[in-house]
């Protein structure tokens, strides 16, 4: 399985006489694909019908006279002003009942039924044209889905469509109101069309009606998307279909969005996501021009998990980036670790956005592999250098195969939707937890799979569940017949899928291989830990903890909280934590459950991670310091030797094995 | 004066096979009363015109079979789909110009007219069937006025009955501008059909126009509270006419809308007022599974204070709560705990919230006296003891009289919404300053009673004004003529009725039984104190202070500030506190003026608190360590004894008195 | 050069048989010029068409009989309710598309066309009954524009002006699209009519579009006000045309307003200021009751470089104010200390707000001279003691000529908006870091010009130009030619005036005078500073840096990061600061660059300040504790001596010279 780089292009933003230069450029610098046309729309089409593509078949013919691939998008992401002003339902409308106006990207509503049709023909017209095109051998459906908060809308089409939704799921208004329990404050409904979004109300609305809002907007970016790639296929026979997803964003359910493409990509911006995402003030000091050592890597892992073929990195940060409300420079080296971690989590190409700084516009201060006076940036520098090391690779360890790992994750969108609307505990963040469990089991140097809760769990030997409210009927015998250590997270089980409280209390399903029950909760304040004895090993709880009474036999207290509640319950391979623990806590059980599970766990120094891939290990110093890497004795080193530098990269073939 | 036990109970969320047995329950659990009923109205009408009576009639058959009283509720804080969608005026409009949307609760406008109508039809009807039954022996009027912030509407028919109320006011445009100073800015109106709600305005509304605004909205909640009253009175004759009113909740006047009811109830939730109100994250802390030893007491003591007949807490915590940021469980005891307080302050009833956890809709995580899995829970084996305990205290004591105190701290709702609406310093919070008063108190040891300022105030021996801007103009002869030591807070008589400076300065009225002049005020932001000197005692004052000129005979300086102002000023029995202090100093002045005013203040170890009823002495211990209570010596213990777990509770007859 | 004492005065608040006293008293006091009228309109108009002359032509007389000169307002910034009711587009329209309310004041939106007529109306009619009453020597227009953030308005009517603007400025729609670069995210249009106020989109908009909006607002702001100027001039031939301003207010560009008018004249709150602005809570609790020394005479030195004539503190505190979160009250001496302060700076008079404290309204917390029961207050009497002292310093030394610093610092406008829209990192504001080379400066005793970027620069010895993003193309050559020594911030030269980076990459235009590229930028979070080293010192960057690339010959780098990216880089007279610097950084370099100006800086005592005019030394004592000035051997003290008590001023002429 080949390896490649790749680069994002925006013909249209340069100087048509720069084009030819450009295109050579990227081809002596290691290039071998390029993305283009997610925002040209306003130059494909400059006025309705009028369309102009000739610049855009000389573009073309410009990179693939240098041999480089082609990876065409739909320009759905912007539509042009005119098109906006032409139809009254396009923009969607936020939480207030304002529409959103024109003048940014993604101003489009999913449930928008000119918009619909408006992108059919758009993306019939492009297909038509390039379909078949021999260097045009991807496509894009759009751009990020999602992004800036636009899955949900609250226009009148989005209402329109939630009932039919409704309808179709519930069948009658009988079954709806009892799955919803809207007996609760008489908010009864006599017939679908007196439901309306769950908006706007006096105090929080209904919880159950939230979420199947939530699902319905998720169901709503699945049906758009289909419809881009059902044309795409129809016209481009044998291209793969793709779409750059972003990084931790779960407001849209990925799984049936990605079923119906080839390859998953995604948009890796490790400083960015540091900066704006959940982490502490002192981590984002920590790691704040290198990025969290297992950020990019959790992304990897989940994108792999969702991908027919290997998944790409659309677009790889280069530099510093404009969006975060700071926004540091990386250290010399990122670039080149960044790229080679993707490699060894399993992607078949990193694709840099962008080849060049544009001068203009809301991305200006945004870095390309060259600066805006055209001179080769220090990210271009390492993508050449990558370039050149995936010869050296191929050359001496053949195409890749894909990771496997002996651990799975359990990953679930729709638990981010429900602990947000029915939290309990108003800082109860579902990514975060799901994050710190993946944290742990790499920091213990163990390769992680993150699949979805219907996926196979053959072949796996530990397997930990964060918090995941609704489990599916066949959920736990599934788990019990892997054969694997199950780690269950607090709340898991907590609730019915019309979100209920089961009738046998949480666990609900999971008391099937875990007779226990959680009587009771706690959310705990900022300022508030709990005691945890775990043997000789004293930590803390924040957050959360579940108050358990275990029921059945041979159910056992393995730790307990300061006032006698058990903090870890088991019964055989399967354990139970009732309560969100500190880092050392967490590792230290999931260390011990690792070991029994008949794997072989370590301490990585800080900063240190490792991966498989293909027979290879690939090294990666995420640290300030120099590290000693362990267990090398005998090994091969293609890249790098035992002494990995600070952001330096080693790969290499291990004695034993 | 009996003592009782209720609960609430929702028999339209169960299975009628349940009812039976929830009833017999009940019964064996030592309950005596069961409210329902007030959130029904989508099962008393599911359909517009369309009655269905028979569930609910037999629903109070099978309560009354087991001999439990019925209270009995109006519907109309949730009134159903289809009702709001007849009629396009319900939904209240919120400070943006929103019309807040159905799918919670409390969604109608008190100034609606067509919401009027249908209440009085719902109301009517109810009582028509159900006023005359016997188990039915109370009434309660809607649900918690006011919550979720929905006193306060900008519809057009709370502007159009906003004119109208002005014109009553003042009879002519000219004696509005006046009143309100609207020379100002240019602010004059020419008719009462110019002036709109005070808001949306580009900086802050004239302070007069809002602050009346608030009054007219308060006024609002009574006319129709009045409304619900006149009609059951008229069908229910000799039934108890009661409300559930909220835990420190200002934003309507509560005495005259007390006035209309024979018993005020209040709904208590320690642990959720702690983590919701104004107390320092250190502070939550610690009484995070406790609540503040204060709040409840306040509570009772206020409430005490504006019933007829013995006031209720009609929803009593029985464990976790859903509904505050983050939600502790209480500690082992509190609910007994909490219960016993409410009777040591003059409950006439503890009615638990609710019997059984529901396992849907937004309440779904709240706690009842018993599980989702029906279990008794932790609360509910609490209450059973709890009720075996009144058995054992009236059969020792009879029935208990209402306490008296003879401290009254005086406290108005509107100081509240001047201080909000004109408050010269961002943290001028009179909730919190009025609480401080009467914690400092009862960490004295000192029962006291919270009146409003048009109580008789004969019998005190000491009257505490917490800040009160606009002072009546015969209470200084009725504070004089009441011979008590009276300590006035700050910002006291610093405002006339029409919100404008009195022409001599504050303290205004006060003036006459204190002849001192505030001649200029200071707010101090958080990281701002300034020393106070009383005698040895070193204390700081935050917040706020007045600087004061002494103008009459005998007036002197008891305290002063580190800059020579002075800081509290006393002529005979009047005092005046020139700041906001800390607690240390607050309570050892109000110590020194306690021994002044012939009382025996104490300082009570952290934790413990003291309340006398009927004879008898109640001991609740707060505190995480036991305690030795004082002055036992010969006590005959009812309940518990001299020494005090925590949590503990202990009822006693002090040998001396 | 005279100096003189004014006051603002409302009779319209007051019974007119207080007029008489009130002016005797002004004029006993030392006060020689009263303001009046600016909110009156509902008194001169209270209907349509209705005028009521009588009043205000008895009040003119009354201040004239003593001899006081009438400041004239046009009563603009405060229409009645029944001109808002007649025009529907008076009002103007927030980001959120709400339309603002009558109720404060402000309420009108600059580009509406019937508010442009109304007020034509009215001050013609006030300039023609007054405009040459031989009272009225000066005429203020309108009331401190802008504030309560009343620059920009959203409505159709500035929409549609916008649009007119834009074609004004661009001509052709292709050269719009071309200076944006809307070819971004497809925002290209096809005409002016296509183009929407930058608001309310998916993602931040456009930052050309947002900046070129910004450009309109404030130009719609000089096109007001100038109306208002033609108006008076024609009929006030001869009067003083001056217009209030305010503190640090940089929504609108001041230089073309103050270029139509005589005077500029700023309203001066150093207290309110301290507390509202950026100031770290350290900071405001450090100067709490005096205001921050440097933030006065800040604003002094500005309105000095924009006034034709001596500028005016139209508005000077005088005790405590209202409208700040906190208002703490001044220190004794501060009303005397800030007057002197503005004479030492260059003020012609210094007005106070207001005669006496009005007691209703929105503002009847806000101190006066006197109190609301007509005593004098503490600011009244140091009034009194400065316009004594105003004659002992005229009488020693004649008319005073205006301040000329030798140092300059250039001060732009549309910086602050430029960082604003497009900051790329979160904190980076102009404001603050323009007043933290200010303060360095003045803490070094040197006098200060702050001037435009078009200002002559010949005479300076020193220029310090703070981050100024947009560089004129005349300027570079115009700092070498002033022969200075120029200091220049980051991000100086960093933007076109498109908001496009430079082709050559910042400092852009500056290259011709410091052959650098910044190469690559950082902004950094609030937890993060990168160490400098500067010779011996050693201090920190925090907030942003520039990475510079040094070309040219002679260019090197005076100080370094902790990465060794060059900190300071220097050609000959030329500096750049890479990155925003710590207090004492800061100050240790621009001494070091002062040294090289050839001039003398010391390092003042924390709190003293040292002001030069007319051959004059004007020491103000900012600190808790007495000081010795230095140097004064041999002075000839006016006022105060080489002792200065807090708060204390002295005047002086020193020996040397």
């Known amino acids: 399985m080949s390896i490649r780089l790749g680069v994002c292009y925006y013909p249209e933003h340069w100087p048509e006489a720069m ?55 739909t320009p759905t992401a912007t539509p042009p ?14 939480a207030n009942g304002r529409k959103r106006h024109f003048g940014s990207r993604r101003h489009y509503d999913f449930s928008s039924d ?75 409904y006599r017939s679908f069309d007196e439901i309306d979004a769950p908006v706007g109300t006096v105090t929080e609305a209904h919880p159950s009606h939230r979420l199947d809002y939530r699902r319905f907007a998720s169901d709503e970016v699945a049906r758009y998307n289909r419809m881009q790639v059902e044309i795409l ?116 190409c990193v694709s840099y956005f962008r080849w060049r700084q544009v001068p203009f516009g809301q991305e200006q201060m945004h870095a390309g592999l060259n600066r805006p006076d055209n001179r080769l940036d220090v990210g271009g ?67 992680v799979d993150i699949v979805p809760v219907h996926a196979p769990l053959d072949g796996y030997a530990m397997i930990v569940v964060p918090p995941l409210p609704i489990v599916p009927d066949d959920l736990p015998a599934r788990l019990q017949a892997s054969g694997a250590q199950v780690v269950l997270g607090p709340r898991s089980g907590s609730k019915t899928v019309s979100l209920q409280i089961p009738g046998s209390l949480p666990p609900g399903p999971l008391q099937q291989i875990l007779p226990v ?23 803390q709880a924040s957050h959360w903890r579940d108050l358990v009474e275990l029921e059945g036999e041979g159910v056992q207290a393995v730790a307990s909280f300061g006032d006698g509640h058990p903090a870890i319950v088991r019964r055989e391979r399967v354990h139970y934590l009732a309560g969100i623990f ?35 290990t690939f090294a990666l110093n995420y640290a300030d310091a120099p590290l000693a890497l362990p267990d090398t004795d005998g090994a091969a080193f293609i890249v790098g030797g035992p002494q990995l530098e600070p952001q330096g990269v080693a790969i290499y073939r291990t004695a034993q094995k």
């Open 233 to 348: 296929r129809a016209h481009a026979p044998g291209r793969l279909m793709v779409h750059n997803f972003m990084q931790m964003f779960l407001e849209f359910d990925h799984y049936p969005v990605a079923a119906d493409l080839d390859v998953a990509t995604w948009d890796s911006y490790p400083l960015g996501a540091l900066e704006e995402m959940w982490f502490a003030p002192e981590v984002k000091a920590r790691w704040l021009r290198t990025g969290h050592p297992d950020f990019a890597s959790f992304n990897h892992d989940l994108y792999r998990g969702m991908s027919a073929q290997p998944f790409w990195v659309m677009e790889q940060q280069p530099g510093p980036v404009n969006w975060a409300h700071w926004n540091p420079h990386p250290l010399p080296g990122m670039v080149r670790l960044w790229s080679w971690e993707a490699f060894a989590h399993g992607a078949g």
């Open 582 to 616: 500190d880092e050392a806590l967490t590792q230290a059980y999931l260390e011990q459950v690792a070991r029994a599970a008949g794997l072989a766990p370590q301490r990585l120094p800080q900063g240190l991670r490792l991966q498989r891939r293909g027979g290879l």
């Open 381 to 447: 520098a390492e993508a050449e250098r990558v370039a050149l090391e995936i010869d050296q690779v191929e050359q001496a360890a053949g195409e890749l195969a894909q990771p496997r790992g002996k651990v799975a994750l359990l990953f679930d969108y729709s638990a981010k939707w429900l602990f947000e609307i029915h939290h309990q505990g108003a800082d109860f963040h579902y990514p975060r937890f799901a994050f710190e469990y993946y944290s742990a089991l790499r920091a213990l140097g163990l390769d």
């Open 517 to 539: 029950r959680v009587w009771r909760v706690e959310s705990m304040r900022p300022n508030i830990t709990e005691p945890v004895a775990l043997g000789d090993c004293q930590g």
């Open 114 to 188: 000119s918009y619909f049709e408006e992108s059919q023909r758009i993306v019939r017209l492009l297909a038509q044209r390039y379909g078949k095109h021999p260097a045009v051998t991807a496509w894009q459906t759009d751009n990020e889905y999602g992004c800036h908060q636009t899955v949900v809308s609250y226009s009148p089409s989005a209402q329109r469509r939630f009932r039919s939704w409704l309808r179709a799921r519930y069948g009658s208004i009988e079954a709806l109101n009892a799955a919803w329990g809207t007996v609760f404050w008489s908010m009864e």
């Open 81 to 94: 002003k005119w098109l906006v002003d032409r139809h009254d339902d396009v923009l969607a409308v936020d």
């Open 19 to 73: 084009w030819e230069s450009d295109a050579q450029r990227m081809k002596a610098l290691g290039i071998k694909q390029v993305r283009i046309g997610e925002f040209a729309w306003s130059r494909i089409e400059p006025a309705p019908g009028e369309l102009q593509w000739d610049w855009l078949d000389r573009a073309i013919e410009v990179l693939a006279a240098q041999g480089l691939e082609v990876v065409m998008c």
